[in-house]
């Protein structure tokens, strides 16, 4: 399966006071170690932003088309300039994600769903996951409404939940503030 991969990097990042992507884990930024994930898999890479501080990556950046409207505007983003049907699309908040995850999400994935995520009991992870450039005027609709929730979307559309066991969700753990980064390292520890 072709597969192109968007990373959103967007974001007000309130809770992080920076840019998320960019916040140092284990001596390099979160998005490092995302790609580096991500590269034995592909190298078809677009980083879903305006920021000229992801310039020194040398991927393509691609600024959102319609602006604060969260994780779905950059899903939109995405699906829109895709050259593929599927596309992995993952937050830049994810530092733990393995290239394991990312190919068993990839070969779980059935042609039917329009949608694949990862869940465990506790927590679904929508923001990494393989969406279809099919549901890109579905996305629009919902933007359009004001109904940005991930979860909502993800009811509406023909989807794929790959269950994880609870352990796992360590791995698709996001990184929202100072104090999660904090307790991540000393999980880590």
């Given at each position: 399966m072709k597969i192109s991969v968007f990373i959103l990097c967007g974001g007000k990042s309130t809770r992080m006071q920076s840019e998320k992507g960019l916040v140092?884990?284990?001596?390099?930024?979160?998005?490092e170690h995302i790609i580096q994930a991500i590269?034995?898999?592909?190298?078809?890479?677009?980083?879903i932003t305006s920021s000229k501080e992801y310039d020194y990556l040398g991927y393509e950046k691609i600024p959102d088309l319609i602006a604060d409207k969260g994780p779905l505007g950059g899903i939109y983003t995405a699906l829109s300039h895709s050259e593929t049907k599927f596309n992995l699309i993952l937050?830049?908040?994810?530092?733990?994600i393995s290239t394991e995850l990312l190919q068993e999400l990839i070969s779980k994935h059935t042609k039917e769903a329009e949608i694949t995520v990862f869940a465990s009991?506790?927590?679904?992870?929508?923001?990494?996951?393989?969406?279809?450039?099919?549901i890109v005027a579905a996305i629009k609709?919902?933007?359009?409404?004001?109904?940005?929730?991930?979860m909502d979307l993800l009811a509406k559309l023909p989807h794929q939940i790959i269950n994880i066991e609870e352990s796992e969700?360590?791995?698709l753990t996001n990184i929202n503030s100072a104090d999660e980064l904090n307790d991540l390292n000393i999980n880590l520890t």
């Open positions: 140092l884990f284990q001596g390099k930024p979160f998005i590269l034995p898999i592909t190298d078809r890479i677009k980083l937050s830049c908040d994810i530092p733990l009991e506790s927590k679904t992870h929508p923001l990494i996951g393989i969406y279809s450039k099919n609709e919902a933007i359009d409404s004001n109904e940005l929730k991930m969700n360590f791995h």
